[in-house]
């Protein structure tokens, strides 16, 4: 693959590829979320409307949460390591080449067109093509951009799954810019349930799993990295080892708002050792402190992956935190 394109919103570019394939394959990150299930239904339902054909995916052998399944067209979506035979590739949601999990070195190798959509802040341009937004609260944001210069209608089940992405990636409309009200607005002129939205994407956690983030947030600690008090949640591989990934990514939403701490870390073992990292502050950018140990994301969310003991993690992060203010 070749970049032809250091644009970060090369609408033109874009259209044009989409417009000379006749088969497209749309590929949202691993362990996805409702954003970037949201982008590949969204995306594969538009591409079908302006007769492509097209295929959504995820780089990952094993089944993502059902609790995604309620966003329409996501029943389709193949978890794979192996990249169906395609005249394009779009990346949605992805802010780096290895969020594509198993189907990386396959899209690395693709011959054709790599267009990456996505609004994170650490994306490096990694397309030949980009449309890049750091400014969106998701990336449906920038797809729902991107399908007014393809002549896509919006339909209901397109504005659903463009809804489930805004929604989710603000947390509910926590924060954005009155872009993302007018956005909403406009998704739900097609008749959607907002609060069945709302549910599907925020509640339904068994009895279980809310004891598990119970047990989790009951071992809350407060520390400080150069006077930024940091609150650090740590779920271990034994605890965790039964719910699954939607549940565990949960904790992060019981600690966030805590208004003892700037900054919330939620240390996740998915297997002994290896952790994921989440991060989430008001006030420091956190995507910098993520990129600094080989994450990213967005400047008030992000996360990386790490390995090691609670106290070298926790030690780890802590000094990120501290080179971030400084």
């Known amino acids: ?33 409702a954003d970037a ?73 693709f011959q ?3 267009i990456v959509v996505d609004h994170h802040s650490t994306n490096p341009l990694f397309g030949s093509i980009n449309l890049v937004d750091t400014a969106a609260e998701s990336t449906t ?18 504005a659903y799954a463009l809804y489930a992405g805004l929604a989710s990636d603000t947390a509910g409309f926590r924060w954005g810019r009155p872009e993302m009200h007018q956005l909403a607005q406009r998704l739900l002129e097609f008749d959607l349930d907002i609060a069945a939205i709302s549910a599907a994407l925020f509640d339904g956690s068994t ?12 071992q809350l600690e407060l520390g400080h990295a150069a006077g930024i008090p940091v609150a650090v949640a740590t779920a271990h591989y ?5 719910s699954s990934y939607a549940a565990v990514e949960k904790i992060v939403d019981a600690i966030r ?11 996740k073992e998915l297997h002994r050792g290896f952790w994921t990292v989440s991060l989430r502050s008001s006030s420091l950018n956190v995507a910098q402190v993520a990129k600094s140990l080989g994450g990213g994301g967005h400047v008030r969310a992000a996360g990386y ?22």
């Open 1 to 33: 693959m070749t970049k032809v394109s250091a644009s970060h919103l090369d609408w033109g570019a874009a259209s044009a590829a989409v417009q000379a394939a006749g088969s497209v394959a749309v590929v949202g990150h691993f362990n996805p979320d």
């Open 37 to 109: 299930i949201g982008s590949v239904a969204a995306t594969v339902a538009a591409l079908r409307q302006i007769g492509h054909q097209a295929i959504g995916l995820v780089g990952q052998p094993e089944p993502f949460s059902e609790s995604l399944l309620h966003i329409p067209g996501s029943q389709e979506i193949l978890c794979t390591t192996a990249l169906p035979k395609a005249d394009l590739v779009i990346v949605v949601d992805c802010g780096s080449p290895s969020r594509t999990g198993g189907l990386q070195q396959a899209i690395e190798a």
């Open 112 to 114: 054709g067109e790599v």
């Open 141 to 158: 944001a920038v797809l729902a951009q991107w399908f007014e210069y393809l002549g896509v209608r919006l339909d209901h089940d397109i």
């Open 207 to 218: 009895v279980d799993e809310i004891r598990m983030i119970g047990h989790v947030v009951s």
């Open 238 to 242: 034994e605890i965790i080892k039964d």
């Open 257 to 267: 708002g805590t208004s003892s701490a700037e900054v919330a870390v939620v240390f």
């Open 305 to 326: 992956t790490t390995h090691g003991n609670p106290a070298e993690i926790t030690r780890e992060v802590f000094e990120a935190i501290a080179a971030t203010k400084g």
